[in-house]
């Protein structure tokens, strides 16, 4: 049982050589000589290279040309490992970004940030749009400036509406008489 979760978030090259250090196979000594720096275990598939100098896992296979080739098992831990970095990383940065964003909130008065578990209750939101909060003089003359000119946007849009509809029922009847 404790094998199949080894091969799941493992792979199977890790698998071997964690199988093999359990059996005792990589518990020699390793002296420093070439000739006993690796461990050759044959497979199904071919053989597994164990380098017991740097513990690196290679798959080799017999080449049809004769010979032998040999690549580094690729070592899926390393690369989840490295994924959880970049990703904690990534979430330091926003998450100083976050604050920073926050910081700048408060400095220009934005209650929203310093209350923000604070939510308005039904009775809060009905008293507000029932008396809503009085502006001052200059304020409600920005309002009503704001209004006014989009008054005149919205009316002036109209008018080049009305003028098109004109323009197509011209030019439907024009067609009609046409046709007669």
């Known amino acids: 049982m404790a094998m199949v979760t080894v091969k799941r978030f493992c792979g199977p090259a890790v698998a071997a050589a964690l199988l093999l250090l359990s059996s005792g196979v990589l518990a020699e000594d390793y002296d420093g000589t070439p000739d006993d720096r690796f461990t050759i275990v044959e497979t199904a598939t071919g053989i597994l290279r164990i380098d ?11 080449k049809v040309s004769g010979g032998w080739t040999c690549q580094i098992a690729a070592d899926e831990r390393a690369a989840y490992e490295a994924e959880i970095d970049r990703l904690s990383a990534e979430n330091k940065a926003l998450a100083d970004r976050l604050a920073e964003i926050r910081r700048r909130l408060e ?42 000119v989009t008054e005149k946007a919205f009316r002036g849009f109209l008018g080049v509406m009305r003028e098109i ?13 046409g046709a007669e």
């Open 107 to 148: 400095a220009v008065g934005d209650d929203t940030v310093k209350d923000k578990e604070k939510t308005l209750s039904r009775e809060d939101l009905m008293r507000f749009f029932t008396d809503p909060p009085k502006l001052s003089e200059k304020d409600e003359k920005a309002v009503t400036e704001a209004l006014d």
């Open 52 to 62: 017991k100098e740097t513990g690196n896992v290679s798959t080799c296979r017999e």
């Open 165 to 177: 509809e004109r323009d197509l029922k011209s030019d439907d009847a024009r067609k009609d008489k």
